[in-house]
């Protein structure tokens, strides 16, 4: 026990020699069982970063000494010779340390390489997912407005007819009472002409012509850089919906926030007018729309 504990104090001493304090010292030879300096070593390097590496460790109390005084005396005498290492020693053991802290370094730049790595292919990916989905919703939304608009275009066309079918029968009706009441119905594309008859006081009253009203219009945008942008709405659609198509056909993308204005009479639209119908701010049938910056 006398040689295990001169063999001990003689490696202590030699870390503390190499520049490392005590409280680590003793660490790192009560870590590795007290197997020897280069061990320690290979300690301190593995546990430089933790946070309690220079905390004081708790020491048992010292075990009361054998009487076999003569034994001890004998065994530090034999490892006097090796309780202290020699330069040559010291010089190999410290380009030892060099070595592995070195290595250390080496390996914990690798890890922190290979991390980054991986962190910049996880953004990467997660950028993708997001334009994914960013371009699934706007085909989504683009889909949607084309199916409102066959929609629409669909409860048109049978307003249409309803309307064609009601003149038809009006016109039968008319000419059943003030044509000689013919047994067969006027077909609707034909036009009937009305007897003299019917042109006397007592006949109704002529309906006036009924202006025209569009369904659709036609407009123009003209972009930044001078290109310009063209497309067909229907006239009850919001402005918002051109608004929208500026912003998904615009050459690169619109890289900042936008008016739309027109020049002939002069006037910006707000953010109230989005929700208004193009009809309602007269750009039906046709019109030409100036994006300006905000």
């Keep these: ?37 280069e061990s320690a070593m290979d300690w301190l390097v593995e546990h430089e970063d933790d946070p309690d590496i220079e905390e004081e460790i ?13 034994e001890m005396t004998e065994d530090m005498d034999t490892s006097a010779g090796r309780a202290f290492l020699t330069e040559e020693e010291k010089e190999k053991q410290t380009k030892r340390m060099m070595e592995l802290i070195a ?3 080496r390996e914990r730049e690798e890890r922190e390489k290979r991390e980054k790595i991986e962190q910049e292919k996880q953004r990467r990916k997660q950028g993708q997912e997001l334009s994914a989905i960013r371009q699934r919703l706007q085909e989504q939304e683009m889909q949607k ?21 009601k ?51 036609r407009i123009q945008i003209r972009l930044l ?15 918002a919906a051109v608004r929208v198509y ?3 056909n615009w050459p690169g993308g619109a890289g900042e926030p936008f008016n739309l204005l027109t020049t002939f009479p002069r006037r910006v639209f707000t953010e109230d ?14 019109a030409v729309l100036i994006v300006a910056k905000k």
């Design 58 to 70: 708790e020491t048992s109390e010292p075990v009361p000494e054998e009487t076999e005084s003569t």
């Design 246 to 248: 500026v912003e998904l």
């Design 1 to 37: 026990e006398g040689r295990k504990k001169m063999s001990d104090t003689s490696a202590l001493e030699s870390l503390v020699e190499m520049g490392f304090t005590q409280n680590r010292a003793k660490k790192a030879l009560a870590a590795t069982g007290n197997q020897g300096i």
């Design 167 to 217: 003149i038809a029968r009006d016109k039968a009706e008319r000419a059943r009472k003030f044509g000689g009441a013919t047994a067969e119905p006027v077909s609707p594309p034909a036009e009937t002409p009305i007897p003299a008859s019917a042109l006397s006081p007592s006949s109704p009253t002529q309906e006036p012509p009924v202006k025209k009203e569009y369904d659709q219009c």
């Design 103 to 105: 290595q250390k370094q």
């Design 225 to 239: 850089d001078g290109s310009a942008l063209s497309q067909t709405f229907r006239a009850r659609e919001q402005l």
């Design 273 to 286: 007018d989005m929700e208004k119908p193009l009809q309602e701010l007269g750009l039906v049938p046709s």
């Design 145 to 165: 407005l084309a199916d409102d608009r066959r929609k629409e275009k669909q409860e048109e066309l049978k307003a249409r007819e309803r309307v064609r079918e």
